[in-house]
């Protein structure tokens, strides 16, 4: 659910209480030609992983890579494995990837980038929802899914 930041009350409507109770963030990788490419989805899950249930029930397609977190946001260890399971394979000879923090930027020192020219860009604080393709064209401020 996206709505402005200053916003004090946020409704919505759910099958149950339970249900609006989780927290979940979606990646993408858009090319420059305005491609969507092998969205990642990172679902809250109580102790990071999925319970065998959830496994045999979650919705499978071939584009979208799922991974479990216990808060529903991308760690550092799950930006690592999304670079190296999801960008590189979807991603050309030379590319380039901005990422939002610094201590992310510090991890990719290690990483095989499997040939790949990949440039490392930061964005400052405070300025993502500003330059981020995604936020100003697909997801624009005020509106609430």
């Known amino acids: 659910m996206l709505t402005l930041k200053s916003s004090s009350k946020i409704e919505r409507l759910a ?3 339970n ?8 990646q993408s990788i858009v090319s ?16 990071g992983k999925f319970r065998p249930i959830i496994k ?3 919705y499978k397609a071939d584009n979208i890579v799922t991974f479990a977190s ?6 550092s260890d799950l930006v690592i494995k999304w670079f190296t399971d999801v960008f590189l394979p979807n991603t050309g000879k030379e590319s ?13 020192d290690d990483v095989d980038k499997v040939n790949k020219n990949v ?8 300025t993502t929802s500003s330059i981020q393709p995604l936020d100003i064209y697909t997801f624009s401020h005020g509106r609430i899914f």
């Open 15 to 17: 099958q149950s209480l």
């Open 19 to 26: 249900s609006s109770a989780h927290s979940y963030t979606i």
């Open 32 to 47: 420059v030609d305005g491609d969507l490419k092998s969205p990642l989805i990172v679902l809250q899950e109580a102790g």
């Open 56 to 58: 045999k029930t979650l």
């Open 70 to 75: 216990k808060s529903g946001k991308l760690t």
């Open 96 to 108: 380039i990837l901005c990422l939002d923090g610094l201590d992310k930027l510090k991890k990719f």
């Open 119 to 126: 440039k490392i860009l930061m964005i400052l604080a405070e």
